[in-house]
Structure formats: structure tokens, C-alpha cells
């Protein structure tokens, strides 16, 4: 499971979640970067793509199978979207989940037209067989169709054309070994700086017509946690308060206003995750305390706090897991505006010193 999945009770409809909602996926088809040099951040991933792709269409071949590993919202889609734009190529897209049986991979395969794109988002999701099928497609540009049951099944080779696959995971270490050496590149996507994702703000506000500042897009791209589905996000809720609250347009007060009314702080932190460290630093002085007690203490679950609260409380390095328990660090007690308890004489200082 994802960090941010919606399945994970609490994940759902979160204005920081990482994972599209309904609303995102109506508006981001008009925010897509449409070519390589669109696409902001990401140098590295988008310098040795580029070569990838290059060197592909100097060859008049297909580009070898790609694989994008990183968190919800950092473009995986807009990538493969990319790839295949860039080679001229038409695209298909499905994910692992929707592929339960080798049949429906076989399906999909053997109607691939020559250099077509197939983007398989969460590729870690997809079944055992279909994975195992995967293999020699990946490889070999073929695969063997079951046709029959029992002793009298018979296997049936079909050739297919040769195709580009785009895998995205969430997960890359979940992907089996003999997976992951099929692809010829794998691009780690990282999140973004906040001077990349004020890029992201500036782009598209210029796509929605919204007028916005430097200083209102430094202040969504701060508060976007390293995501631009978010900043994109941020951006929507931001333009509907200077619509209806200021003269439209987005300035750093405006931004400022409108995000604490939303309950995003200058972090991007929202009520959730404010729980979980106010819970930490006021009930249990910063710490340690186990998972269940400190979920007990929010009102949540257990997977709430783990898979929706915690993993961007550890990256933002305010709260540590220890074998002890959770620990506030002293940059929490800082964000939410607290002295740290003075050290125990004669101890440690705790874990992590005054
Ligand atoms: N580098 C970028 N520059 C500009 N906009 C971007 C960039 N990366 C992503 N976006 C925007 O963020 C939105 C989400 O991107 P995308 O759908 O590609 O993410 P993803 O990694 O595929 O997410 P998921 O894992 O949930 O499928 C898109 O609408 C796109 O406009």
C-alpha cells in the first residue's frame, strides 16, 4: 500500500494527499507538460530520458522498456505520456491492477501496434501469472497464448510487434527482480524542490488564467510537500479564495489566508498531521510512545497514522520511529511553536539532545 493510498482509512480526500482525486484527474489531462522541455525538475531523470529517447529514433527503432519508480504525483503519467509524444508513437494505458489474469495482458499485447507506448501504472500490482508473461513479452516480443485446460491445454506462440513498455510503481523494491532487470532504463523520481514547484504553480496558473505572484506561488510551492499534483491542488483552492474573498489575484497574503482557512501550515502540514505531533509533544513529551497509543490519542487508526500521517512527518524529519517508539524531533517541537522539556540530569538529553 502506498503511503497517501485512499484505501488506507483517512487517506481519502485529504487536500495534501498525494493520490489523484475525482477533481484532479477532470483538470490535470489541460495541466500536462506536453514534451520534455515542458517538464520541470527532474534533470537527471530527464537528461538520461532524453538520451534514451534520442538514441532510439536515430536508430529508426523503439525505445527500450522504461521503468518510473517514486511517490503519487511526481509524473509518472505525464512521463510516459512524454515518452510516447517523443517518439511519435500512440499510447496505451492501463495498470497492474486491472490486469488479474494473463489473458487480459494477452489481450492488450497482441492489439499493440509497432513502437506503441504501453504505460503500466503500479506494475507491482499486477498477478503472478500476468507478471510471468510479462517477462518473455518484455524480452522476446512474444508470447504463448494457453489455449484448452488440463493434459489437453496447448500453448500457442504469438508474435508481437515491437513496443515501448512504461512500468510506474509506487514500489520499486516490491518488484521482482527478474521484472525489474527487463527494463532497459529505470528513472527514480525525487520530490521537488520548492523552486521547481513554484515553476509548476507559474505554469499553470498561466493554463487556468489565474493572475499570481512570485511571492503566491513561493507560498502554494512551499506548502506542497514536494508534490505538483498538490501545488496543482493548492493552486485550485487558492484562485477560488481570490475570487471570492480578494480582487483574484494570487498574492503572498492571499495564499497565506486562504491555506490556513483550508488547514494547510506554512509546511504543508494539515489538522491530521498537526494531530498526531501535538499528540506527541503535549500527551507524551515528545516521546517515545507506541503507534496504537499515540492513533488512540488522535481518535484514528492505526494506518491512518502510520500510512497517512507519518511518512511525511518523518521525511519534513519531524518525528522519528525508534525501536522505542515515536519520538518528536526538536524541529517539531520548533514547528508547532513548543519549548522541549529541559533533559533529565545526569541523562542523555533524550534522543535527540535539547
Ligand atoms: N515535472 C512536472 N512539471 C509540471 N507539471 C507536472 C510535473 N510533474 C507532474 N506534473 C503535474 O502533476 C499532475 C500529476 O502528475 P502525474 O499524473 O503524471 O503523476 P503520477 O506520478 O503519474 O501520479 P500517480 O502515481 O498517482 O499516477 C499532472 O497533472 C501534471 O500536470
Redesign the pocket.
Known sequence: M?PDDDSVPGGADRLVG???DGE?LA???????RDLS?????GRVREQLDLVLAAARARGGTADHVL?S????????????IIAAEMAAPIRITSGPAIQHAGDLASILSSLTEGEVLFL??IHRMSRPAEEMLYMAMEDFRVDVVVGKGPGATAIPLELPPFTLVG?T?RAGLLPPPLRDRFGFTGH?EF?EPA?LE??VH??AGLLSVEVSAEGAAEIASRSRG???I??RLLRRVRDYAQVRADGVVNREVAARALEVYEVDARGLDRLDRAVLRALLDLFGGGPVGLSTLAVAVGEERETVEEVAEPFLVREGLLARTPRGRVATPAAWRHLDRTPPAPAAGGQGGLFGT
Do not use: C, H
Open positions: 502506498s498525494a493520490v489523484a484532479d483538470v490535470e489531462a489541460a495541466l500536462r507538460p515542458e517538464f520541470i525538475g527532474q518510473l517514486g511517490s503519487p504525483g511526481l509524473g509518472k503519467t505525464t512521463l510516459s505520456m501504472d503500479e510506474a509506487t523520481m521537488y521547481e515553476r509548476v505554469r499553470s508534490t505538483p499534483r501545488a496543482n
